[in-house]
């Protein structure tokens, strides 16, 4: 930091030993051994066009990461400081971000609920190639927990890995066949039923391998694929859900009902999750927009 930026500095602090803890400028002053009139010079000083910018810059950083509950980093806080008109790189908002004390939260260790189930399981038919060209090619799902102040309660999803959008997803207080059931068929309702060749990927819990599960895919035309026991990396995309929706959300509730958890959960996947949170494999769109950005594009050429 230059002279000036020090000049600030001082003068900054001199100003909140008054507001903060009701020390008299003048005593700050003495303290520091400065003249009054050079700190009210300071104080009255019209701020340069630099430091406007400035805090136009951190207002701007600090919206977009309460937007996000919290959760953003310097990364996405960019890219919604971009679409709002900023000419401004990544670091300059990670160095913002630091000074300004905003962090997102670090991952806690996941517990994993997969227990394989006793009938054969399907071939995997991904090979950790967690992507599709167009929509209704592939989805992936799985379960986590949800602790309540009632009890725990399960939360089974579908996600097309075209968009990272979550098509289906399902709560109860049992991790079961019916919960997938349940999540599936809310996905097959949000493309209008029209799923037939879907490729469905999970791992080979129970809830996937029951006969009640394979028989729901068989009348909707959804192909099973599942990976290996014990290997997170063969459903990576699925985990990859379960580790967001816990670190930007979940874990920052306290749910004292399984009705209020499922209400709020519903809300943050509806209005957060797929209509606004930026993901990378959707060129920082949000998977709605992706999705409609990519469509548009289709039509214009073919047109």
Known sequence: M???GDEVSVAAFIASQRTEHG?????????LGLSES????WRNRQPTPAQRRRADLDEAIRASFAASGGTYGSPRVTLDLRAAGWRVGENTVAARMAALGLAGRTPRRRRSLTKQGKRPAAPDRVRRQFTAVAPNLLWCGDLTE???????????????????RLLGYAMGEHHDADLTTASLSMAAATRGGAVDGVIFHSDRGSEYSAADYAKACRRLGVAQSMGRVGCALDNAAAEAFNSTIKVEYIHRQRFRTRAEARIKIATWIVDFYNARRRHSACDGMSPIDYER????????QAA
């Open 2 to 4: 230059g002279q000036r």
């Open 23 to 31: 020390v008299p400028h003048t005593v700050t002053c003495r303290a």
């Open 38 to 41: 050079w700190f009210y010079k």
């Open 146 to 164: 949800i602790t309540t102040d009632e009890g725990k309660l399960y939360l089974s999803t579908v996600i097309d890995l075209y968009s990272r």
């Open 293 to 300: 950005f990519m469509a548009e594009a289709r039509g214009a």
